[in-house]
């Protein structure tokens, strides 16, 4: 069975309202997706799925010389033709043969994956909003992106009143604790909520002494990047509880190889709607070591792409056991959502970040800016109080005066809050 004809459609799917309140700040370029149909000399159609602004592996702009006319199943193993062209050609094996795409991954051992809600950091209402809408569709945990500018236990407590005591939080620091100092005397106090599970990246991960020093003073489980730092150094010094894992699916089994031996658990991290997570599952479904709850982000688009939607139970969504992938594009949606371009700019802004005593710093005009500045302006962790929120172009002289004195890294700070008290004279 050979690949006669290949077709890759953009398409702008738009984010759920209360998400996009948010995230198009940040990331509006994961707007866009790539669908990808693989015709073969049969007529047999695979489909996949591209996040072409993220993604492990972008679908080659000469993809079509690479894989015209080629067999197949001589490119399943092949991570560097593309996300969705991987997928596609595994979807159209096996509908070829009869059978579901984890019989051709390896042997299944568990008909139904656990499955995460996601989201970016937000002031607490924002994120018990997200925490109550994820219980509300089935699920029953979240990864958040947690930052060292927002009030972590503020938005823990508050999440806490609007799901059950079942419902778990996994928070992805991104290295922005800083260090082991910091992020210690963080993660101590985080000990108070049972429901807070997991804690991933909480220093750069190159950071192996701090990161080990992290491990055996908390008491709750950590997550790192598969890689980072190199897996034996990973092993040998015992940083980590379990990983993060993504790529191909050559990739992925090959990590699961070492997960397995080393009996380290990992969630699957493959980005996108309902295309990937279908993938998802059926990775899921092979790899033993698989047993935290996958993130696909599926959750913060509006449409899943495909005709039967994705249904969550308990946490948990089933595999799929008809031939292929198993599903069906809902292409009256595909065909409303196709574009012709793949890339969103931001909304012009800079972030200012609020202290509880009317301090108010201004930073950078990204997330990748704050991630850098904050840090290394030495600024508290996670205060009682604080809040960060982006301030967006609204045309005034005001906002220019804020954009130009935040350039190259550096930082404007006010006082913003109720005049101060006189001085009394002693």
């Given at each position: ?13 738009p984010?759920?309202p209360?998400?996009d309140?948010?995230?198009?700040y940040?990331?509006?370029h994961w707007?866009?997706?790539q669908v990808?149909r693989?015709?073969m ?10 996040i072409?602004?993220?993604?492990w ?12 006319g080629e ?5 399943m ?27 051709l991954l390896?042997n ?6 656990p ?9 607490a209402?924002d994120?018990a ?11 029953t945990s979240?990864?958040l992106?947690?930052r060292?500018w ?7 407590e508050a999440i806490?009143k ?12 991104n290295?922005?604790?800083?260090n082991?100092?910091?992020a210690?005397a963080h ?9 807070v599970?997991m804690?991933e990246?909480p220093?750069p ?7 080990k020093?992290i ?8 997550a790192?990047?598969?890689g980072s730092p ?21 990739a ?21 709607t309902?295309i990937?997570?279908t993938w998802a599952?059926?990775?899921g479904?092979?790899?033993k ?7 696909t982000?599926?959750?913060i688009?509006?449409e ?12 948990y969504h089933?595999?799929?056991d ?9 292409e009256?949606?595909?065909?409303k ?5 793949h890339w969103i ?6 972030y200012r ?6 301090e ?8 990748e800016?704050?991630?850098r500045?904050?840090p290394?302006a030495?600024?508290?962790v996670c205060?009682?109080?604080?809040v960060?929120?982006p301030y967006?172009d609204?045309g ?18 006010r006082?913003e809050g ?9």
């Open positions: 069975m050979k690949i006669k004809s290949v077709d890759l459609t953009y398409l702008n799917v984010f759920t209360h998400t309140k948010h995230l198009k940040w990331l509006p707007h866009i997706t990808c693989l015709t000399d049969n007529g047999i159609v695979g489909i996949g799925e591209t072409p602004n993220y993604t592996s972008r679908v080659p702009d000469d993809i079509e010389d690479q894989i015209l067999e197949a199943a001589s490119l193993w092949n991570d560097g033709i593309g996300a969705g062209v991987q997928m596609a050609i595994f979807d159209a094996i096996g509908k070829h043969e009869n059978v579901p795409a984890h019989q390896g299944q051992v568990r008909d139904y994956v499955l995460s809600w996601w989201n970016m950091d937000m002031p209402a994120w909003r997200q925490c109550a809408d994820a219980h509300k569709a089935g699920y979240a990864k992106k947690a060292s927002q009030d972590v236990r503020g938005a823990v806490l609007v799901v059950p005591e079942h419902f778990h939080l996994d928070f992805d620091y290295g922005t604790l800083d082991a100092a910091n210690v993660l101590k106090a985080m000990e108070a909520y049972p429901q599970a804690i990246s220093i991960q190159g950071d192996v002494a701090g990161s020093q491990r055996q003073r908390i008491n709750k489980a950590v790192m990047h598969y190199p897996i034996l150094t990973t092993l040998a010094e015992d940083v980590t509880d379990g990983f993060v894992v993504s790529g191909g699916a050559r992925i089994s090959e990590q699961t190889a070492i997960a397995d031996a080393a009996n380290k658990p990992y969630w699957l991290q493959l980005v996108g309902g990937t997570t599952a059926h990775l479904a092979v790899h070591a698989a047993k935290w709850p996958a993130i982000c599926m959750n688009w509006k899943q792409l495909i005709r039967d939607k994705i249904v969550m139970r308990g946490g089933q595999v799929l008809k031939p292929g992938l198993g599903i069906e594009l809902d009256k949606t595909i065909k959502l196709t574009v012709d371009y700019d931001k909304v012009r802004h800079v970040y609020a202290r509880k005593s009317g108010v710093v201004y930073m950078g005009a990204s997330k800016d704050l991630q500045v904050y290394a030495a600024l508290p205060e009682r109080g604080s960060t929120l967006e609204d005034s002289k005001r906002f220019k005066e804020i954009w130009e004195a935040v350039q190259d890294g550096k930082t404007l700070r006082f109720r005049k101060r008290a006189p001085a009394k004279r002693k």
